[in-house]
């Protein structure tokens, strides 16, 4: 069931004072986005199954490290989601962003779970990404969507590691500096 | 390239996920006390949330999995743990002292035992090193700890001594009688370890049969058999109380 923003930051409220019910909840509003994510990453339903759980029993052991005035919920959670996939990741076998060409495109207007404030922020870093090389902005999409080292992308190109490394640090410098925070 | 900006351009690389994992887990390590390096990852985490959040379809996971992580979030912590490793213990001293004395009573307390022993509620296995040189922490006590709670169905694997090694994963096994290969109980990924469900076991063939751990590539073994030789052993046996800890059933 969908909890706007402030329902969730109470949520998880409840759930750093170990309220089983509003965890219930926090799950069933946003395990199908954590899923998504840890599926895509690590791309094994199997292994994603696990991860799953053990992100959300970090939810359940850290939910009082919730900062709102840090991030919205659904950001703190997909971190922790994404970051848990990311160190499970070894998969990473010849992906491409051919395959999945919904990653290169602006979030849809119609997304309900996203409020105004979320889809400006995804236009202004899409905005950003628009501005880097073609080459460029592809190796930043796939390392952020699937966890590429610097050594796999290296292997791509073929191209030297530190070249990798140069590329993604300037592309980075240049998205902070477009996005001006 | 001055400190900060190279602390900027780790940050920036941990976030989107191009370190390799013997770095990232030195700049998870170094978070905790490098407060310019965790507000980096803060900031950098907030500029490139929205790649994920757009990005992800949402995909329904499988209806069991909120079952087991609310039994992970009620299973016993580490000291219940060890509390009920030495009951284990005690209850396995008590099943061997019994046996001897009952190959000597009558045929009567003989089946007492036997159906103790036949009709166990928990069983419990301590899994020592097999393979390579044990610490001196690993010769005293287990790597891992394993219950099969009969009663909720559920085989809860934990880490005792075990140390996770970078870039490999530790696999539980299972060896029962009548059955040819080794069976796969799932990948134990970190200090948590794993449950599962002990429905595809008959409970008669649980008792008794041997446990082991293999080292594995991330994510496990990929053919659905051990890679190498087993690391550490262990044979399930009979307790005859029930784990610690609420349920949430």
Known sequence: MPLSRQQLIEALGRVARGDQAAFEAVYAATSLKLYGIVVRILGRRDLADEILQEVYVRVWQSAGDYDPASSSPITWLATIARNRALDEAKRKSMVSLEDNPQLLQLPGADDPSANYEEIEETRRLYACLNELEPEKKEIVLLVYHYGLTREEIARRLNRPVPTVKTWLRRSLEQIKACLGQ | ?249
């Not at chain 2, 990852?41 to 379809?57: K, N, T, Y």
């Not at chain 2, 396995?92 to 190959?103: E, L, N, P, V």
């Not at chain 2, 040819?180 to 370890?193: D, K, N, Q, R």
Request: aromatic share 6%; hydrophobic share 45%; net charge negative.
């Open chain 2, 1 to 249: 390239m001055t400190e900060e900006d190279d602390i900027d351009g780790l940050a920036a690389e941990y976030v989107l996920g191009s370190l390799d994992p013997s770095e990232r887990a030195a700049v998870e390590v170094r978070r905790g006390s490098d407060r310019l390096l965790a507000a980096a990852i803060g900031a950098w985490e907030r500029r490139l949330a929205p790649l994920s959040l757009q990005a992800a379809q949402d995909i329904e996971p499988p209806a069991h999995l909120f079952a087991a992580i609310l039994a992970k979030i009620t299973t016993p912590r580490p000291q219940e743990v060890i509390l009920l490793r030495r009951h284990a213990r005690r209850w396995r001293g008590i099943a061997a002292t019994a046996t001897a004395i009952a190959a000597c009573l009558s045929l009567a307390v003989g089946w007492f035992l036997y159906q103790r022993i036949l009709e166990p509620k928990l069983l419990v296995a301590e899994l020592y090193r097999s393979a390579g040189t044990s610490t001196a922490d690993e010769m005293v006590n287990p790597a891992f700890v394993v219950t099969v709670d009969l009663d909720a169905c559920e085989i809860t694997a934990r880490p005792v001594t075990a140390q996770p090694r970078p870039g490999r994963t530790y696999q539980l096994w299972i060896m029962r009688e009548g059955v040819p290969a080794p069976e796969s109980l799932g990948v134990l990924s970190g200090p948590e370890g794993l449950t599962a469900p002990c429905r595809a076991f008959a409970p008669s063939t649980l008792a008794n049969a041997t446990l082991a751990v293999s080292q594995e590539p991330d994510g496990g073994s990929a053919s659905g058999t051990p890679s190498g030789q087993f690391a550490f052993f262990g044979k399930l046996m009979a307790a005859a109380h029930g784990p610690t800890g609420e349920k949430s059933r």
